[in-house]
């Protein structure tokens, strides 16, 4: 058996990966960056792989080479590639049936709904990522935040502001990802300063533990199967189970959402979840107009007069040097 590889895959290459796939039960997903196929002397595929930033993905070998080490070899491959680019901490989304196998590759279980398993290449990752966190010495009661902040607004001031005044410790998780207008980094740095004032919230980095939809795979769900609804149930789950309960939590705040109607489906799906593991949801009224959004589309149009009424003061300087420096280019 010999191997060929993609970077991404294309033409021929990603053709026969995905009718491998098809005939497999699978789709391919089209974020991939890197595929392997592991070639018979006939040059048929017999196990194929992908990667997608640090997401191993479209994994599946051919009935009868199941069990004899195949898919060790596309995992081995996978992440070496992986490791090339510097990205040592790996997911992997797959069947609960799955688990066993992923196991014997150095993997562990993170969350399982009925329909995914999550799993990572560090035993204790999950449980660092919590430890690492700072928290309240004291109890009491204990809420949460997750917010992207892209940038932060008045809007998100005031929603940490009234979250934080009705419980003793808020937990504030700005996510990581860099998927947005604003880097991970400023748009934590900004929610720090926007709420240094209180001084019971605690600003936490996501990290890789808050799943983002734009890293979740959907090749082995069923058509019938929403990958939205499966997203965000494993996502709560895994925020429920391994951040929350050891946290404390036991309140998650969320804004109403009029304007995203992708939000507004996961606040419905955080109420119907959240409270099976003792959390309850409250939602707060958003202030008026005031969206990040909406900042964006005056950013675009060079109005920082209007953008100075919708944010604090720190986040209306750094857009203020973010468009100055967009002038001198």
């Not at 992908?50 to 004899?68: D, F, W």
């Amino acid at each position: 058996m010999f191997t060929e590889t993609g970077a991404p895959p294309s033409g021929a290459l990603l053709n026969r990966t995905k009718r491998f796939l098809q005939s497999q039960g699978l789709r391919f997903d089209d974020d991939v960056e890197f595929t392997v196929n592991l070639l018979d002397e006939d040059g048929e595929i017999v196990a194929t792989g992908s990667l997608a930033h640090n997401v191993l993905k479209c994994i599946a070998v051919k009935e009868g080479l199941r069990g004899e080490g195949t898919a060790a070899t596309i995992v081995s491959e996978l992440a070496t590639q992986s490791f090339h680019l510097g990205r040592t901490h790996l997911f992997l989304f797959t069947k609960p049936e799955n688990e066993e196998q992923f196991a014997s590759l150095g993997f562990y279980p993170m969350a399982a709904t009925g329909d995914v398993l999550m799993m990572e290449n560090r035993k204790t990752g999950i449980d660092d990522y919590v430890k690492s966190l700072k928290k309240p010495e004291a109890g009491g009661k204990i809420g949460t935040v997750v917010v992207n902040c892209n940038p932060f607004t008045l809007g998100h001031q005031y929603l940490m502001e009234t979250a934080s005044s009705r419980v003793d410790a808020l937990h504030v998780f700005v996510l990581s990802e860099d998927r947005s207008q604003f880097p991970a980094d400023l748009r934590y740095r900004l929610v720090l300063e926007g709420v240094s004032h209180l001084k019971n919230v605690y600003v936490h980095k996501s990290g890789d533990y808050i799943i983002s939809s734009a890293t979740f795979p959907t090749y082995f769900l069923k058509e019938s199967v929403k990958p939205d609804e499966v997203n965000g149930t494993l996502d709560l789950t895994l925020f429920a189970k391994r951040i929350a309960k050891p946290l404390g939590i036991t309140v998650r705040f969320v804004g109403t959402e009029p304007f995203c109607p992708t939000t507004a489906r996961y606040n419905l799906l955080m109420k119907k979840i959240l409270p099976r593991y003792g959390i309850e949801v409250v939602e707060l009224e958003r202030k008026d107009q005031i969206s990040a959004s909406k900042v964006r589309k005056l950013m675009a149009e060079g109005k920082l007069e209007e953008i100075k009424k919708l944010v604090p003061e720190t986040t209306y300087r750094a857009i203020s040097d973010i468009l100055k420096a967009e002038n001198r280019r």
